[in-house]
């Protein structure tokens, strides 16, 4: 695979080029944004849609819902009350990239907007080496999936900022351990801010509510 | 990304014509092979310790444990009974593809094997392009992940031989209709042969192994 190198280089470096330029117009606008990744099952729709649900009346949400095919993601979220939803089907592609980004950014009226959501495609792997332009990476992991999944796929953990572990309402019925999952994650990222959580029971989701809140604060200088 | 596209079919049809040497190779010793793939945390791990565990004294296995990190999974199977376990790390690539499999196969004693298993990355879609030299490809997919996957992943469902639909025992915790979830998968691909099975109660794991004896013995012209 030699011969791939180059231009995958190549594509990184225009694809950061490209993220670059969204960052600052994302960031003049005052608008807090976040790339969501995870396996696919995890649960980031359903995290979002409890999202829009507690906080569309506080602060103005836009989404685009990445998928690899269909637009349900993107119906599901408009039906939970999204008013800002773009579907980003990829047609098979495995991630999303900056450049799709762009394509999709200007339907939205970005001086309405306090906080633009990315849903990425469904994989632990790709979408790690493409920055959207986004302030912080969230990553998901939920508690069917195994505690040892840091280990097992680290870039996606070292990458991200934001742990979000899910389906907690599912602790005992596998061998899953929530102190060896926050450990393993933070022998690959120290640094990174954990949210244990149940998106089916609403379990702690105000602590994710009470972050978001604060970081669009944080981002219009309040 | 009009300019990857050259080398990226150059790269598959490489990996065609190595795929086609590994088949013939396998065919030629009569061994049945299998490439398992699914989500992270779907259960290929443990599915293969069962399938050990129950027909290692009746089948010679030999296994190919992908990971992208992490000698973990190879480690579990040689835990399990296995004997013929080969790791195989991709060091951050999503997928396996034919060269590495042609690079670990010499390890094997082949004139030794009945059926040999490739455990794949965890990736639902990356991996669905990458041709192996496999008799058949293996999808898992597990409750939690939600019966809507085969919709939203549809080239890994259209391009596999097998549905495993995994962690029966966790029906009931979710919305998940395992009606619905076998109609979605034969919308995709009619031809799907489906197990429903636990790998963590052991439930209807019986089928699974006689399907792989009769398809061992198959292979064999028996």
Redesign the interface.
């Known amino acids: 695979?030699n011969?791939?190198i180059p231009?995958?280089s190549?594509?990184l470096s225009e694809n950061d080029r490209l993220a670059g330029e969204i960052r600052s117009e994302l960031r003049k606008k005052k608008i807090f944004s976040l790339n969501l990744v995870s396996?696919?099952?995890a649960g980031k729709t359903t995290l979002l849609e409890k999202t829009i649900s507690a906080l569309q009346d506080r602060i103005r949400i836009g989404l685009i819902a990445g998928?690899?095919?269909?637009e349900?993601d993107a119906n599901r979220l408009l039906k939970a009350g999204g008013t800002a939803v773009q579907p980003l089907v990829t047609a098979?592609a495995?991630h999303l990239?900056a450049?799709m980004i762009s394509g999709v950014l200007p339907r939205f009226d970005l001086s309405n907007l306090d906080l633009l959501i990315i849903e990425n495609?469904?994989?632990?792997?790709?979408p790690s080496s493409y920055d959207l332009g986004e302030d912080k990476k969230v990553v998901l992991l939920?508690?069917?999936?195994?505690d040892?999944?840091p280990?097992?796929?680290?870039?996606m953990f070292r990458r991200s900022a934001v742990l979000v572990l899910n389906?907690t309402?599912?602790l005992g019925?596998?061998d899953f351990d929530i102190e060896r999952a926050k450990m393993n994650a933070r022998s690959i990222n120290p640094d990174l801010h954990i949210f244990a959580v149940s998106c089916?029971t609403g379990d702690c989701l105000v602590d994710w509510f009470d972050w978001l809140q604060e970081m669009v604060k944080a981002s219009k200088g309040l």
């Open positions: 695979m011969q791939i231009i995958q190549k594509i396996s696919p099952g998928d690899v095919q269909t349900n098979g495995c990239d450049k495609v469904g994989n632990l792997v790709c939920s508690v069917p999936e195994g040892d999944k280990l097992k796929y680290p870039a389906k309402d599912l019925t596998s089916r």
